[in-house]
T-cell receptor
Framework: SQTIHQWPATLVQPVGSPLSLECTVE??????LYWYRQAAGRGLQLLFY??????ISSEVPQNLSASRPQDRQFILSSKKLLLSDSGFYLC???????????FGPGTRLTVT | AQKVTQAQTEISVVEKEDVTLDCVYE???????LFWYKQPPSGELVFLIR??????QNEISGRYSWNFQKSTSSFNFTITASQVVDSAVYFC?????????????FGTGTRLLVSP
């Protein structure tokens, strides 16, 4: 069966510091991968999606970036965090022909 | 543009009551998919159901049921005999299948509180 992992689970970082969040998927090949952010009490905002290695599309302009160095690994990064980057970050995957997305446990990021 | 509206921000019920969560969507596509996800306090989104635009049959899964009506662009979710474990935020979502991958547009969610 497929599983999706995210780490770290929680993170507290000062403004201006770098960020690296990792997501890995097991039990499937060539998944579509997604990064979402959920601000407190808000819905989900799609940040990035990827249909293959090194194929990343950005949905919103911001100081975040994403990379996919391996088929089942998706990384969210920032060179300098802003206060507004605080939130709950969720990684998700879907099959090539599937329509539902399956989410990881999330990373709660607090920028101080 | 696609849009999903969940007008109910928060609903409080007592255990064993039935509760319906509303979802209204907007799309110009003739082919689309609708979803419901559950987000318990732990934070992880749990997939509940997917419905395609050509299948208006209602679906029942245990205490959960879904009513899809294209005429009113609604996809409502009913929990029968609610339990404390049903307490969570529930999201309705719409898929745009023509983009070549499955981009989901989420509503803002409805927080359900079930008290004993």
């Amino acid at each position: 069966s497929q599983t999706i992992h995210q780490w770290p689970a929680t993170l507290v970082q000062p403004v201006g510091s770098p960020l690296s969040l990792e997501c890995t998927v097991e039990g499937t090949s060539n998944p579509n991968l997604y990064w979402y952010r959920q601000a407190a009490g808000r819905g989900l905002q799609l940040l990035f999606y990827s249909i293959g290695i090194d194929q990343i599309s950005s949905e919103v302009p911001q100081n975040l970036s994403a990379s996919r160095p391996q088929d089942r690994q998706f990384i969210l990064s920032s060179k300098k965090l802003l206060l507004s980057d605080s939130g709950f970050y969720l990684c998700a995957w879907s099959g090539l022909n599937g329509h539902e997305q399956y989410f990881g446990p999330g990373t709660r990021l607090t920028v101080t | 543009a696609q849009k999903v509206t969940q007008a109910q921000t928060e609903i409080s019920v007592v255990e064993k009551e039935d509760v319906t969560l509303d979802c209204v969507y907007e799309t110009r596509d003739t082919t689309y998919y609708l979803f419901w996800y559950k987000q318990p306090p732990s934070g992880e989104l749990v997939f509940l159901i997917r419905r395609n635009s050509f299948d208006e049959q209602n679906e029942i899964s245990g205490r959960y049921s879904w009513n899809f009506q294209k005429s009113t662009s609604s996809f409502n979710f009913t929990i029968t005999a609610s339990q404390v474990v049903d307490s969570a935020v529930y999201f309705c979502a719409l898929s745009e299948p023509n983009t070549g991958f499955q981009k989901l547009v989420f509503g803002t969610g409805t927080r359900l509180l079930v008290s004993p």
